[in-house]
């Protein structure tokens, strides 16, 4: 499963992408106002640091409007992904953008069925929306599941990238079902490293090592 953060801030991005388990990047127009920088230089940024997929979220409703924005935001990398929103404009602009070689990510899906819509107009990623579900007492997960069987039904090539993910639960079910990436902010990625028995399991031995009055090196 690969592992995208989601946020905009880039010292974030600088530290976790230094772990070499970093695979990509998303972004939204929340975490861009968040981080309190130019969009346009922001993205140009991430781009340099990390070498998977940056994606970067188209604001126009229409389809005309929102193919140029996201032809301009292509331009800024080759590693760009366009984030476009799961409405009939958002699927015709996808298919375009798709059709020209540029990833896609299609955002803001909260059912199995607009995950559908987004294969067949060649989605590189669809981002289902694993917390807000939760927020409003449905089940996120549940539709995660849904999407993976249809898509392995169909050999559908676009990869479930699981979003709003909240806290390490959400990653353990994702992997569990078989989901082909999580972002996951960086708070929550700190949290997957920890265990408190590999905390005391650590001080144990090194002061047990302390004792012996050796070293490796
Ligand atoms: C990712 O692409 C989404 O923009 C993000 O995960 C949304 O998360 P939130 O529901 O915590 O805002």
Redesign the pocket.
């Known amino acids: 499963m690969k592992f995208f953060v ?1 946020t905009a801030d880039i010292s974030d991005i600088r530290e976790l992408a230094a772990t070499g388990l970093l695979d990509g990047v ?1 972004t ?1 127009p ?2 861009i106002k968040k981080s309190g920088r130019d969009f346009m230089e922001v993205i140009a940024e991430i781009c340099d640091v990390v070498d998977g997929p940056v ?1 970067a979220e188209t604001v126009a409703t229409d389809h005309a409007t929102m193919l140029k924005e996201g032809r301009k935001l292509a331009k800024i990398a080759k590693n760009i992904a366009v984030k476009v929103p799961l409405t009939v404009d958002g699927l015709k602009t996808c298919k375009v953008l798709t059709e020209a070689g540029t990833m896609v990510n299609v ?1 803001l899906c909260f059912s199995a069925t607009q995950a559908l819509l987004a294969a067949k107009a060649g989605a590189t990623f669809i ?1 289902p ?1 694993v ?2 579900h939760d927020d409003i007492s449905q089940d996120g997960m549940a539709v995660i599941e849904d999407i993976r069987l249809i898509y392995d039904n169909y050999d559908f090539a676009t990869e479930i990238l699981v ?4 806290h390490p639960v959400h990653v353990l079910e994702s992997a569990r079902i078989g989901a082909d990436v999580v ?1 996951v902010p960086p708070e929550v990625i700190r949290k997957l490293f920890k265990h408190p028995l590999t905390d005391r399991g650590l001080e144990a031995f090194l002061k047990d090592w302390d004792e012996t009055g050796q070293s490796i090196l």
């Open positions: 989601d998303t939204n929340s975490l994606s955002t981002s929306f917390g807000r979003a709003s993910v909240r972002t």
